[in-house]
């Protein structure tokens, strides 16, 4: 079975400093990748997404995240962070044959001014 | 404005009271899905839904019912709501295949007492 494992349930940071939040797969077969963001008090909404092609994907506000296969990790950074990135970050994993994301546990970014 | 809804947003109930959370769309999604979300736990999938009619179980269905009868409505149904369904519960939709993004509502916050 699929499982997605995030190292750090919780990540401090201060404000303009890099970030870096693991997420390691497990699967044998090929699969899709996705991190999704949750602000306090809101939906999740897609960060960025890595179906196949270059293993390094740009998303939305300047995060970015490196697809590795031997590993099967796909962590995500960002090189400097605001206080708005304050939020919960959820890496999801589909298999390419089955049409369903299995969720992660989340990790919990603050940022301190 | 593409957005998925859901009411209510907060609901207090007792042990045994039957509830509804409604669940509705303005995209035109075949797929639909409901989740909940636990600390330590990530979102685990109740029920989902490929199209009109067809729905099928998630991964934490007990004590869960839905129905599909119009595309863009997706309503949960506890018939009979136990403490352990205390949780945060998210509807989402998109469009074809699990390639695709997963747009999500603002989330239900329920306590049962």
């Known amino acids: 079975a699929q499982s997605v494992t995030q190292l750090d349930s919780q990540v401090p940071v201060f404000e303009e400093a890099p970030v870096e939040l693991r997420c390691n797969y497990s699967?044998?077969?090929?699969?899709?990748l996705f991190w999704y963001v949750q602000y306090p008090n809101q939906g999740l909404q897609l960060l960025l997404k890595?179906?196949?092609?270059?293993?390094l994907v740009k998303g939305i506000n300047g995060f970015e995240a490196e697809f590795n296969k031997s590993q099967t990790s796909f962590h995500l950074r960002k090189p400097s962070v605001h206080i708005s990135d304050t939020a919960e970050y959820f890496c999801?994993?589909?298999?390419?044959?089955?049409?369903?994301?299995?969720f992660g546990p989340g990790t919990s970014l603050s940022v301190i001014p | 404005e593409a957005q998925v809804t859901q009411n209510p947003r907060y609901l207090i109930t007792v042990t045994g009271k039957k509830l509804t959370v409604t669940c509705s769309q303005n995209?035109?999604?075949?797929?639909m899905s409901w989740y909940r979300q636990d600390p330590g736990l990530g979102l685990r999938q109740i029920y989902y839904?490929?199209?009109?009619?067809?729905?099928d179980k998630g991964d934490v269905p007990e004590g869960y019912k839905v129905s599909r009868k119009e595309k863009r409505n997706f309503p949960l149904i506890l018939e009979s709501p136990s403490p352990n369904q205390t949780s945060l519960y998210f509807c989402?939709?998109?469009?074809?295949?699990?390639?695709?993004?997963?747009?999500f509502g603002p989330g239900t916050r329920l306590t049962v007492l």
């Open positions: 699967s044998s077969v090929s699969v899709y």
């Open positions: 989402a939709s998109r469009s074809g295949t699990a390639y695709n993004e997963q747009f």
């Open positions: 999801a994993v589909g298999k390419t044959s089955y049409d369903k994301v299995i």
């Open positions: 890595y179906l196949s092609g270059s293993t």
């Open positions: 839904s490929m199209n009109v009619e067809v729905t």
């Open positions: 995209m035109n999604h075949e797929y």
